[in-house]
């Protein structure tokens, strides 16, 4: 079990991380990122990095396929909130960590979050298990 959720939650931490580079990259070539019309297909991308590491765990462990998606797609946000704290740490942010009206990390948005990689790891390793129990 343990080697299905750690293979998805790198796999989505990877896809994550992909993600906060393009984020980064769009950041510094769009003068109003919010306005530009760029947030809502990150939003959609950091989405299926959580899909796609419950797929992969439920593909892996097709009999506990539910419980091994949420593990993995956690994982994945877990492994990536470290790297996140370091990014905010190393670059010249005016904005707090977890307070202040410019937080990196507001507990509201981590909460929703872990939520959504809750529902959509579910649904990627329910997806995942079942084509592998077919095969």
Known sequence: MRRAVWRGALVG????????????????GVD???ESGWRIPLFFA???AFFVA????????PDRRL?????????????????RVVIWAVRDDAGGLVTGSD???RPGQVL??????????AL???????RAADQ
């Open 13 to 28: 931490m990877v896809l994550i991380l992909a993600v906060g580079v393009m984020t980064a990259l769009v950041e510094q």
């Open 32 to 34: 109003d990122v919010d």
């Open 46 to 48: 950091v989405l299926a």
């Open 54 to 61: 419950g797929f992969v765990s439920g593909r892996a462990l």
């Open 67 to 83: 419980t091994v998606g949420i593990l993995a797609a956690i994982g994945a946000f877990a492994l990536w909130l470290p790297i």
């Open 103 to 105: 937080a990196v990390l």
């Open 112 to 121: 929703t979050a872990a939520i959504f990689a809750c529902g959509l790891g």
């Open 124 to 130: 990627g390793g329910l997806i995942g298990g079942g």
